[in-house]
Nanobody, 120 residues
Framework: QVQLVESGGGLVQPGGSLRLSCAAS????????MGWYRQAPGNGRELVAT???????NYADSVKGRFTISRDNAKNTVYLQMNSLKPEDTAVYYC??????????????WGQGTQVTVSS
């Protein structure tokens, strides 16, 4: 059974930093594209960042230069380092794991989410 467990959310002041972690189990972690998505109240879920098994990254324009996604395949964990946080970064952040084969998404898993609140 695949599990994605996020941690590291919380309340932070504008300009502050947080690091989210997502520990995966029950899957061949290194085969998956890992990502972070977020959902603010009243909004749909949006992409924040992804990282491939080889370490290639992709970011939403709104977080480029402030957030860094990374993965440790030995620990089955993906991270999101968030710096220079803004109130508009407030959202529930979700970890995502996707497996593709022959160009088709074969598996798609979500964590339970962790709340990030940026407020003074």
């Amino acid at each position: 059974q695949v599990q994605l467990v996020e941690s590291g959310g919380g309340l932070v002041q504008p300009g502050g930093s947080l690091r989210l972690s997502c520990a995966a189990s029950g899957m061949t972690f290194s085969s998956y594209i890992m990502g972070w998505y977020r959902q603010a109240p009243g909004n749909g879920r949006e992409l924040v960042a992804t990282v491939t098994s080889g370490g290639s990254t992709n970011y939403a324009d709104s977080v480029k230069g402030r957030f860094t996604i990374s993965r440790d395949n030995a620990k089955n964990t993906v991270y999101l380092q968030m710096n220079s946080l803004k109130p508009e970064d407030t959202a529930v952040y979700y970890c995502n794991a996707r497996y593709y084969s022959m160009g088709i998404m074969r598996s798609n898993y979500w964590g339970q989410g962790t709340q990030v609140t940026v407020s003074s």
